[in-house]
């Protein structure tokens, strides 16, 4: 009988917390995810162990990677009709289809020697490397091309080599549908207001926000806590082993500056402190004293400020992030 009562306050425990359903974010050797991998003068690329030819190797300059922009965008999937070039505007487009739809796409365009970039029509990209013509290729820096269309960029200082993450189908935009997250510490729950002003309190697999042995501070775990602002793992990516972790935005045409822009993507990597953003944009600075580096530890990527901002910049929104007690985020402007 003591038993039968448990198993039905459990049951009651678990009706008045809904639950968030179980599944892993993509990596690596999981069915639909791609890594191709290239190396610095070599002209052959690798996609998932495959090697490809090419005609033009990569190059280093002023730190970056250069790759021609036509096997660039191979190395993400793309079909010949979706890389091309304007001899008229001297500009090439790099296009990624996540839909059927004619327009059901993100897109790039680069111009050699100009350090300015789009995205999605939008011109707030600013290269701190622009691209170039070298032996008749157009040569872009990958990890701006990578985190506009959607991919995780490695660097092999001892290889020499890039390695590229990615799906081998980007997922669809992920439309905004939660204002705030409380979320308390060390505790598998939080409280989710979402945009059409209902409140609940969730549980979640693991606690959002936990002391993390070793560490000082607490740390948001980036999986759990992006999926209480309704993205699904389907639409993360995480390398545990070269240390990124990637999420795809709202991606909206509607901004009318940097600052309000939905980003198609927001990629974090082990070491530094802040985010990159789909117009090679960075939150926060390296410098900020308030901010860690991010971390990977028991299978998690842990991170704190730019984790817990970059909800706010993959909708184009304000935020206003706290923590007394718990960690509270919030859209101030929807």
């Not at 300059?61 to 070039?85: F, M, S």
């Not at 606690?207 to 000082?216: D, I």
Request: aromatic share 12%.
């Amino acid at each position: 009988m003591r038993k039968f009562l448990t198993l039905l306050v459990a049951v009651a425990t678990l009706l008045m917390f809904p639950a968030f359903a179980s599944a892993r974010v993509p990596q690596p050797g999981d069915p639909g995810v791609r890594v191709a991998k290239f190396y610095v003068g070599q002209k052959f690329y690798e996609v998932n162990g495959v090697r490809h030819p090419m005609d033009a190797a990569p190059v280093v300059k002023n730190g970056r990677t250069l790759l021609p922009i036509r096997y660039a965008g191979y190395a993400l999937g793309l079909q010949e009709r979706d890389v091309a070039w304007d001899p008229a505007k001297r500009e090439a487009t790099l296009k990624r289809r996540w839909g059927g739809g004619s327009t059901d796409c993100d897109y790039v365009v680069f111009a050699p020697r100009q350090a300015k970039f789009s995205v999605n029509g939008w011109p707030y990209g600013k290269l701190d490397q622009p691209a170039e013509v070298a032996n008749g290729r157009i040569m872009v820096p990958m990890r701006a091309v990578c985190t506009a269309l959607g991919a995780l960029c490695f660097w092999d200082g001892k290889e020499r080599s890039v390695t590229v993450v990615t799906w081998e189908k980007p997922p669809e935009p992920v439309p905004l549908t939660v204002k705030e997250v409380a979320v308390p510490r060390d505790k598998c729950e939080a409280t989710v207001t979402y945009v059409d002003g209902r409140t609940e309190k969730v549980a979640t697999e693991r606690p959002a926000l936990a002391k993390v042995q070793g560490y000082q501070d607490c740390y948001l775990d980036t999986a759990e806590y992006l999926k209480l602002w309704g993205i699904p793992e389907s639409a993360m990516l995480f390398d545990p082993v070269r240390g990124g972790f990637l999420v795809r935005g709202g991606a909206g045409h509607a901004a009318v500056s940097i600052d309000n822009c939905e980003k198609p993507y927001v990629a974090f990597y082990t070491g530094e402190k802040g985010w990159w953003g789909a117009f090679f944009d960075r939150w926060p600075a390296e410098s900020d004293k308030n901010s860690d580096p991010m971390f990977v530890k028991d299978g998690v990527f842990w991170g704190n400020n730019a984790v817990g901002n970059a909800s706010a910049y993959l909708w184009g929104v304000s935020s206003d992030l706290s923590y007394d007690g718990q960690m509270v985020d919030t859209h101030l402007k929807i």
